[in-house]
């Protein structure tokens, strides 16, 4: 017996689903051979998901290249978290733009330099520690389970996309580490800065609620993250 109609477009769509999750993973598919970033074209009045292309014409090799990654950043000076990163997307190399890639440099200092809670929205990320070691981790959203463990020179770590994460510098020298993500733009919020540091604020009684604290501590600690 045929099964009935309903049950066969389920079917489809449980298949279709399927097909399409590793579309959904990261940046849409290019649909040209470049499509370099026309900075531009955003002062007027076209707008889209994305930046728009430059005419092939006008395209150079410096259009897919970026030396920002090559020098350490500074990690000491009125940095009260030990640790900056470097980003290689598309805001700087135009040449990412519909690859649907990008990288980025973390420098930690010595003995607990942090990279702070936080999440990227639009990508997963592929940790690789080039110097020093890190403790690292991200928490799962369905139970709130902490992934966590310490990883040295040249291994590798990954975080999923869109969870709180974090890095640690457990050693007493500095580390460095690499990631690539799975979209030119991944977009980086932290925890705190999200909670504390919003344009216009979060309610205090909001937050006090949430936190279960006191609301003279939120606004404490609100003073520290001044909106940008």
Known sequence: M?????????????????LAAPLLAGDPDMLQDICVADYKSLQGPLRVNGFPCKREAN??????F???????ADVYSGNPMGSAATAADVSVLPGLNTLGVSMARTDFAPSGGVSPPHVHPRATEILF?????????????????????????????????GLVHFQRNVGEAPAVAISAFNSQLP????????????????????L?????????VIENIKSKFAPK
């Open 208 to 216: 006090a609620r949430a936190l279960q604290i006191d609301g003279g």
């Open 66 to 72: 970026f030396g920002g990654l090559a020098k350490a």
């Open 2 to 18: 045929a099964p009935k109609l309903p049950a066969v477009l389920l079917a489809a769509c449980a298949v279709l689903l399927a």
């Open 59 to 64: 395209v150079t090799a410096d259009d897919f």
């Open 187 to 206: 977009g980086t919020q932290t925890v705190a800065g999200a909670l504390f540091g919003a344009a216009p604020t979060v309610p205090t009684d909001v």
């Open 129 to 161: 520690v080039v110097e020093g070691i890190l403790e690292v981790g991200f928490v799962t959203a369905a139970t709130n389970r902490l992934f966590s463990r310490t990883v040295g020179k040249g291994e590798v770590f990954v975080f999923p996309r």
